[in-house]
């Protein structure tokens, strides 16, 4: 039990584009999700906080307009990159959780802007 | 808010030994304190996690320890294996509804064969 997926798994874009990231909970119903960034041989910084139905509180320092989050349902949260730059670059890692439970991580997908 | 501090970054055991990696927290309301392993291009793995209410737990060859009044917790990896090579990461929060976990900046465990 609990698993968390992403797609994809790893995305190349070009600068200026935007990229969308999938995290869902597989088996469970996910009441708060987080997004991290990780940086090679880092540890995980995390971007903001997303609980389904309500808007995401972001960290300081993240851009909330570059970095848009939706958490549609109990299973599913987006991430989307927007106007993409190669310092955007980056392992994105979603995390799931339960109430007062556990997170539980997804795979990571490794963004590449060109 | 939460700091956590961890050590040592990097450790090297002989396999068959024991690996200890320490950490330390700021904010005495936290209560919850998880371990992930990462290997390489992987997800974190929760391997072990204790509440402030306890003061160690094990599982197999894990265990951890609490010391609440110091402010610190540690793992105890006993019997090393090369397959417990890999990056280990402590963090801790407030286990309230959808609080955030505050991580530590990560230890290279090598175990040689």
């Known amino acids: 039990g609990a698993v968390v997926s992403q797609h994809p798994s790893r995305v190349i874009c070009k600068s200026g584009t935007s990229v969308k990231i999938e995290c869902r909970s597989l088996?469970?119903?996910?009441?708060?999700m987080f997004w991290y960034r990780q940086f090679p041989k880092k540890s995980l910084m995390l971007m903001a906080t997303?609980?389904?139905?309500?808007?995401?509180?972001?960290e300081q320092g993240v851009e909330k307009d570059k970095f848009l989050i939706n958490h549609a349902s109990l299973t599913l949260s987006t991430l989307t990159v927007t106007s993409a730059h190669p310092e955007d670059s980056s392992f994105y890692i979603c995390?799931?959780?339960?109430?007062?439970?556990?997170?539980?991580f997804g795979p990571g997908t490794r963004l590449t802007v060109t | 808010g939460e700091n956590v501090e961890q050590h040592p970054s990097t450790l090297s055991v002989q396999e068959g030994d024991s690996a200890v990696i320490k950490c330390t927290y700021s904010?005495?309301?936290?209560?919850?304190f998880p371990w992930y392993k990462q290997e390489l291009g992987k997800r974190p793995q929760l391997i072990i996690d204790?509440?402030?209410?306890?003061g160690e737990k094990k599982d197999q060859r894990i265990a951890v320890t609490l010391n609440k009044t110091a402010k610190h917790f540690s793992l105890h990896i006993t019997e090393t294996q090369p397959e417990d090579s890999a990056v280990y990461f402590c963090?801790?929060?407030?286990?309230?509804?959808?609080?955030?976990?505050?991580f530590g900046a990560g230890t290279i465990l090598r175990v040689k064969s």
């Open positions: 963090a801790a929060s407030t286990m309230e509804y959808g609080n955030k976990l505050v």
């Open positions: 088996d469970f119903q996910a009441t708060t």
């Open positions: 904010d005495s309301a936290s209560n919850y």
């Open positions: 995390s799931a959780r339960v109430h007062t439970g556990p997170q539980y």
């Open positions: 204790i509440r402030s209410n306890v």
């Open positions: 997303s609980n389904e139905g309500s808007k995401a509180t972001y």
